[in-house]
T-cell receptor
Framework: NAGVMQNPRHLVRRRGQEARLRCSPMKGHSHVYWYRQLPEEGLKFMVYLQKENIIDESGMPKERFSAEFPKEGPSILRIQQVVRGDSAAYFC??????????FGPGTRLTVL | RKEVEQDPGPFNVPEGATVAFNCTYSNSASQSFFWYRQDCRKEPKLLMSVYSSGNEDGRFTAQLNRASQYISLLIRDSKLSDSATYLCVYSGGGADGLTFGKGTHLIIQP
């Protein structure tokens, strides 16, 4: 049973470009969470999704960031018009109901 | 006041020693508590859940004190492989996601 998968593992973008981060939850998990870890900081909750629904986006920046979890396919975290301050590690976690969250390996975004 | 406060360390501890970390949290509505471990540039991994009655898993013992809003982790007979950052985490308290501390960095020295 494969764990949580994220791709790409590393992503480099220039300021103003778009970044798309993908997350495939563990088999049987329908709950997906996105977290951001800035350098030298703790993980911060961004958004919680179930299939086709955003349940809690209280941690998402108000502009440029969006997330989806379609009926088919992975969850996507999209960052438009990236800025240097978006450089961070973005972790996805999945769970079965509101059970233990299992984390993916993360995507390290670098904005030049 | 920060939601979760931890001593960032680093704690430099000789192999075989016992080491203890503490963590305080500010949200009294928090429901569940955990210790996660994060190795350098890796994802967090669940080490253990924390209960008021205290729980033990091998060399690791965790304790929760709700009255003082305080969580502890004790590692006995430390191994080189215990070197990592230990994250104090809670869930509930009004948010659906987990709330993480910045972590305590532990270095076990041979």
């Amino acid at each position: 049973n494969a764990g949580v998968m994220q791709n790409p593992r590393h992503l480099v973008r220039r300021r103003g470009q778009e970044a798309r981060l993908r997350c495939s939850p563990m088999k049987g998990h329908s709950h997906v969470y996105w977290y951001r870890q800035l350098p030298e900081e703790g993980l911060k909750f961004m958004v919680y999704l179930q299939k086709e629904n955003i349940i809690d986006e209280s941690g998402m920046p108000k502009e440029r960031f969006s997330a989806e979890f379609p009926k088919e396919g992975p969850s996507i975290l999209r960052i438009q018009q990236v800025v240097r301050g978006d450089s961070a590690a973005y972790f996805c976690a999945s769970s079965q109901s509101s059970d233990t969250q299992y984390f993916g390996p993360g995507t390290r975004l670098t904005v030049l | 006041r920060k939601e979760v406060e931890q001593d960032p360390g680093p704690f430099n501890v000789p192999e075989g020693a016992t080491v203890a970390f503490n963590c305080t949290y500010s949200n009294s509505a928090s429901q569940s508590f955990f210790w996660y471990r994060q190795d350098c540039r890796k994802e967090p991994k669940l080490l253990m859940s924390v209960y008021s009655s205290g729980n033990e898993d091998g060399r690791f013992t965790a304790q929760l004190n709700r009255a003082s809003q305080y969580i502890s982790l004790l590692i006995r007979d430390s191994k080189l492989s215990d070197s990592a950052t230990y994250l104090c985490v809670y869930s509930g308290g009004g948010a659906d996601g987990l709330t993480f501390g910045k972590g305590t960095h532990l270095i076990i020295q041979p």
